[in-house]
C-alpha cells in the first residue's frame, strides 16, 4: 500500500505478468482455430465438424469457453 499505481514495476508484477500467460494462451488456441478452418475438407473437415458439434452439445463446456475468451474468468 502506498505505492503509485502507475509505477512500472507495480504494473508489471500485478498487471502484464499475469495477463501475458492468459494472452499467450488464448493467442495459441485462436492461431490453431485459424490452421484448423484453413485445412481443406475431407477427413479434417469432418472431424472438424464433429468437434465443433461436440463442443456445441456440451453447454456448460461452450459456455466455459466463452467465459474464458471473454475474459471473464
Do not use: T
Request: glycine letters at 14%; a positive charge; one cysteine or more.
Amino acid at each position: 500500500m502506498g505505492r503509485d499505481i502507475g509505477e512500472l514495476a507495480l504494473l508489471r508484477d500485478a498487471y502484464e505478468a499475469p495477463r501475458r500467460r492468459s494472452n499467450l494462451a488464448m493467442m495459441a488456441a485462436l492461431d490453431a482455430l485459424q490452421r484448423l478452418f484453413c485445412a481443406g475438407g475431407g477427413a479434417l473437415g469432418a472431424a472438424r465438424a464433429a468437434g465443433l458439434g461436440a463442443v456445441n452439445a456440451a453447454g456448460p463446456v461452450k459456455d466455459a469457453l466463452m467465459r474464458y475468451a471473454m475474459g471473464a474468468r
